[in-house]
């Protein structure tokens, strides 16, 4: 996708297999929210919920970006636009939830923390693999790309929270790791934002 950097590329809007991908990952993160929200609440995890309201967050992107599909690019920068706000929304809700867990939450159950983390990594990571080749594309491309990758990089620091957990007794690795994903989320959101204004100043008509 060489020819697609700086927002440029057209031709994915046409690409069958771009369209599958889409469909693929929007029932991916929908069917994975399900699981982890219940999955969290059973096991005390602030970080798997976290983990749960971002595939949430991704689904309804997932679905944006379908909806968007074969439009002009200024209709996918302005999709774009919507993500990264929600994205960072979800972010800044996260952390505020993760404040929540610090001083009142229990110990987590760091088996379930890690058996889940590795499923939801397995559905993340297999998503992030299809869109690989389209991280390089338009805003709204670039966006979807970033959501996967994000959620892969939040399920290892899941388990990774679930090691933590059950080495030391403690509930803080699953907190630390949930303010990591409510971090991440904004760092993306601002990247997301930030391409898809320069997007929409572009395909702004000129007036006067």
């Not at 609440?41 to 679905?63: K, M, P, R, T, V």
């Not at 774009?80 to 952390?95: D, N, P, R």
Request: proline residues 2%; contains cysteine.
């Amino acid at each position: 996708m060489s020819g697609c950097c700086e927002g440029q590329c057209e031709g994915a809007k046409d690409d069958p297999r771009y369209l599958r991908i889409l469909q693929v990952a929007f029932a991916v993160n929908t069917t994975m929210f399900l699981v982890e929200v219940v999955a969290g609440l059973f096991a005390g995890s602030a970080a798997l919920q976290a983990d749960a309201l971002d595939f949430l967050s991704d689904a309804a992107n997932y679905g944006i970006s379908l909806f968007v599909l074969g439009k002009a690019l200024r209709h996918r920068a302005i999709a774009a636009m919507v993500k990264g706000s929600s994205m960072a929304a979800f972010g800044l809700w996260v952390l505020g939830s993760t404040a929540w867990h610090a001083w009142f939450g229990s110990l987590p159950k760091a088996e379930i923390m890690g058996a889940v983390g590795f499923l939801a990594l397995a559905a993340n990571g297999t998503v992030a693999a299809l869109l690989f080749t389209y991280r390089n594309g338009d805003a709204n491309m670039r966006s979807v790309w970033v959501c996967s990758r994000n959620d892969a990089i939040a399920n290892v620091a899941v388990m990774l929270a679930a090691t933590g957990v059950f080495a030391t007794g403690t509930h803080w690795p699953d907190i630390i790791v949930a303010a990591l994903i409510g971090g991440l989320n904004l760092t993306g959101a601002v990247g997301v934002m930030a391409q898809a204004s320069r997007e929409i100043r572009r395909t702004t008509p000129a007036t006067g």
